[in-house]
């Protein structure tokens, strides 16, 4: 089996595209830019043919999802989504602090 290998790029400093892609053996996803909002999402195999492709209906409203499933959650009067339970959002908290730590950055305060 071959070594899993990742790559991420992150700047403050520029204006990127902020697309994003995520690569395996034997297709890709691309997914248009701002990724962190309802975009285009394309399946890319490996000779470069398009296998699927989705549209979102609304491509504006960055975390609009997000927003909605938190309205959802205090209608419900739920303290936590099931889609994303507090467990899981601590443990992605922590490995970003791991990656933070690392790299040297602090926020103000810290």
Not at 26 to 44: K, S
Not at 59 to 85: F, K, N, Q, T, V
């Amino acid at each position: 089996m071959p070594a899993t290998v990742s790559y991420l790029n992150t700047t403050l400093f520029a204006r990127t595209p902020t697309t994003a892609s995520i690569s395996g053996t034997r297709a890709r996803l691309e997914i248009d830019g701002h990724f962190y909002g309802p975009a285009a999402v394309r399946l890319i195999g490996r000779d470069h043919e398009l296998i699927d492709s989705f549209v979102p209906a609304q491509l504006d409203g960055g975390l609009c999802y997000e927003a909605a499933e938190a309205a959802r959650c205090i209608a419900a009067g739920r303290l936590e989504s099931d889609l994303m339970p507090l467990d899981e959002t601590l443990q992605i908290t922590r490995v970003l602090d791991g990656i933070r730590g690392d790299l040297g950055v602090a926020f103000p305060g810290e």
